[in-house]
């Protein structure tokens, strides 16, 4: 078998190119058609996998409701008239181009457990909540990690910040919503100083005073606290490889040798050139940051789109169980996108690669 | 050739003074290899020594404390929850249960993705593209949103259907590090040798290729096991996981469900917390003790 001959590729293949220029045609049309391929590869998944089984979902539905409810009446009349009217009974080619078109114009029908409400309308007010903890998570995790870890692999760091730096990884391990348990315990119940659940107080009026505001951030302290300290020793320990791979450059050296401020040489030098390959592997670790965010809405009944998945997962309304999961994919694609569309931006060396190699 | 590979030995021996000089005697991997080991003992060596029964609803008095709290009784010694279980029993069925999930999903999604990997690094042109577009794309899907979407339809009867279904998002991972592994390997000398020497492709890839990657897919394994494991609890914590077998998640799940933590309960939902922290924390040393290993710029400047 003859091998095509080509170069030495680094794991993150697909980015870097050396070439001039800013964003281009191409490398905008690949990033968009990868945003529609994750898209499509996750709706079919949530909608292919469980048809695999015995069944369609109505019956499985109906059949978990005689399970919990132990009787229910007309069973059988109910599954049917369902099946009718979502059109189960017509072939699975159609169903799933149905679905596909409910999935773009972002249409699940009514929730199950408020029947006339629409399973959209009962997503809608959670999303703030979750995108503005998200948000402040995610960015707060991602820069306190990158010094960290930028600072754990920069060798001219003093000893004594060596040698405690690595604390900071210590809950590096530990699932987001576990931690979340740990410090509710601690902070709300034994030492109450935080409160546990919810995300504002009841007797506090909802608007843009500051009484409110500084509630809602009392509330957020906790969920935010259990994300970011169990999420950044992940960047942290990808920033220090990198950085003891720019220590060695010869454009660092030659920095030093020059006689430029540590600090200019650290963020200028070192960051700069270390942080690209650590945004792509945040852009990849988006998705594993909804999903745990979730969990930990779960655990502090935090408004947002996790404690309604929650609420829906209890109450079986799937409705509102495929619009928030589809939307998780969706937010999460969207993300990556728009990191990577921020790429070429931030580094003015790297456009997208014309698949040369493939 | 032989003659040169020879001195090059010699002097590699004379450098490493002692045999306890191996860059596999690294400190975290074998912190955390301990810790995994210790953990899978209690599981495999406690029905040896208590009755995995009490784990079942209804066989054992509800709410008793641990035994060195007042009202604590030494017949169950880390206390009872409020359906009748017995924690310790609880511990030694749960612990297992969960291994054994992020074990199946983690080799399942190691063997598709040193599959695929390899058939991308080697193959190279449209296929490689497929499948490396594949991977990505799989990696930023949230498979948490996936996994409850999947979850709230098919009630998993048992943990291996569970961790087949765990397996489809481990792959991408493995996919991709073997893929880049083998790009840079097919340049090297031996590899260009045993191409001219007309050596089988299967052959150059698992005699030639893969002794050379071990570190790496063992860190990927490692990784893999504990992502496996990760999704698993937090299925069974919502309380979708297989109920048939009680796990750690599970015993998470009927905890905040009865609001044991208002109920000052701290010894029913602590201990699988622990448990949990214990595994995630073994393999997350592992991983890294084994990236060290693998690549010896992450050993940092002591050793260097």
Redesign the interface.
């Known amino acids: 078998?003859a091998?095509?001959t080509?170069?030495?590729?680094?794991?993150l293949?697909?980015y870097p190119e050396v070439r001039m220029g800013g964003l281009t045609k191409e490398y905008v049309l690949q990033r968009v058609s990868?945003w529609l391929?994750?898209i499509w590869?996750?709706v079919t998944?949530?909608f292919m996998?469980?048809r695999l089984?015995k069944g369609d979902?109505v019956s499985?539905?109906m059949n978990?409701l005689v399970q919990q409810q132990g009787y229910v009446e007309n069973a059988q009349q109910i599954i049917e008239s369902y099946k009718r009217r979502f059109g189960l009974n017509d072939p699975m080619g159609v169903q799933y181009l149905r679905y596909l078109g409910n999935v773009a114009r972002f249409d699940y029908g009514f929730s199950l457990t408020r029947f006339p409400t629409a399973a959209w309308k009962m997503v809608k007010p959670a999303l703030p909540w979750t995108l503005s903890l998200l948000a402040v998570a995610s960015v707060l995790s991602f820069s306190i990690g990158v010094t960290v870890g930028a600072l754990m692999g920069w060798?001219k760091t003093p000893g004594w910040l060596q040698s405690i730096l690595p604390v900071s990884l210590t809950f590096?391990?530990?699932?987001y919503?576990?931690f979340g348990?740990?410090i509710?315990?601690v902070f709300a119940?034994k030492l109450k100083i935080l409160p546990?659940t919810g995300g504002y107080s009841r007797d506090v009026t909802m608007g843009w005073n500051t009484e409110f505001i500084v509630d809602v951030i009392r509330h957020a302290i906790l969920p935010l606290f259990s994300i970011v300290i169990t999420s950044m020793g992940g960047w942290a320990?990808g920033m220090?490889?990198l950085m003891?791979?720019v220590n060695n450059e010869d454009y660092f050296l030659l920095a030093q040798a020059k006689g430029l401020s540590p600090a200019r040489i650290f963020f200028r030098y070192g960051i700069r050139n270390a942080i690209l390959p650590a945004l792509t592997a945040f852009?990849?670790g988006?998705?594993?940051l909804?999903?745990?965010s979730?969990?930990v809405e779960?655990?502090f009944a935090y408004p947002g789109t996790g404690y309604v998945?929650?609420r829906s997962?209890?109450t079986?309304d799937?409705s509102v169980?495929?619009t928030?999961?589809?939307l998780?994919?969706i937010i999460?694609?969207t993300g990556?996108l728009l990191i990577d569309l921020l790429y070429p931006l931030i580094d003015p060396r790297i456009t997208f690669k014309k698949?040369t190699?493939? | 050739m032989a003659v040169i590979e020879n001195t090059t030995m010699k002097q590699k021996a004379r450098r490493r003074l002692n045999i306890w000089d191996s860059p596999w005697l690294n400190p975290k991997f074998l912190i955390g290899a301990s810790i995994i080991l210790l953990i899978a003992l209690f599981g495999a060596l406690g029905p040896l020594f208590w009755d995995t029964e009490l784990a079942y609803t209804a066989s054992s008095p509800t709410n008793l404390p641990p035994m060195w709290v007042e009202g604590g009784s030494a017949e169950h010694p880390l206390g009872t929850e409020s359906n009748g279980r017995d924690m310790l029993a609880s511990l030694i069925v749960g612990i297992p249960a969960s291994l054994r999930v992020g074990v199946i999903a983690a080799l399942l999604g190691m063997g598709v993705g040193v599959t695929l990997g390899s058939i991308a690094g080697?193959m190279?042109?449209?296929i490689?593209?497929v499948i490396?577009?594949?991977a990505?794309?799989?990696?930023?899907?949230?498979?948490?949103?996936?996994l409850?979407?999947?979850a709230?339809?098919?009630?998993f009867p048992d943990t291996t259907m569970l961790a087949l279904?765990l397996a489809?998002f481990a792959w991408p991972g493995p996919t991709?590090?073997v893929?880049?592994q083998v790009?840079?390997l097919?340049?090297r000398g031996y590899i260009r040798m045993a191409?001219l020497s007309n050596v089988p492709?299967l052959e150059i890839m698992f005699m030639e290729m893969m002794p050379n990657m071990l570190p790496w897919l063992a860190a990927s394994l490692t990784g893999t096991i504990?992502g496996a494991i990760?999704g698993a609890?937090?299925l069974e914590?919502?309380?979708?996981g297989p109920t048939r077998v009680p796990s750690l998640g599970m015993i998470?799940n009927y905890s905040?469900t009865s609001s044991a933590?208002?109920r000052?309960m701290?010894w029913w939902?602590l201990p699988p917390?622990i448990a949990?922290?214990f595994i995630?924390?073994g393999?997350?040393l592992m991983t890294?003790g084994l990236d060290e290993i693998a690549?010896p710029?992450?050993r940092?400047?002591k050793n260097a």
């Open positions: 078998m091998l095509p080509e170069g030495h590729q680094e794991d293949c697909c990868m391929l994750t590869i996750g998944l949530t996998i469980p089984g979902p499985v539905v978990r060798r590096t391990s530990i699932p919503f576990m348990i740990l509710i315990y119940f546990a320990l220090r490889g003891i791979g852009a990849l988006l998705g594993g909804i999903g745990g979730t969990l779960w655990i998945l929650y997962i209890v079986l799937y169980m495929q928030i999961c589809n998780i994919i999460t694609a990556v698949s190699s493939s | 080697y190279g042109g449209w490689d593209h490396r577009t594949l990505d794309s799989t990696l930023i899907i949230p498979s948490m949103a996936v409850i979407a999947i709230s339809y098919i009630q279904v489809m991709r590090l893929r880049s790009l840079t097919r340049e191409l492709p504990s990760l609890t937090g914590a919502l309380g979708l998470i905040m933590l208002v000052g701290v939902w917390i949990l922290i995630f924390t393999f997350f890294i690549n710029r992450l940092g400047y």
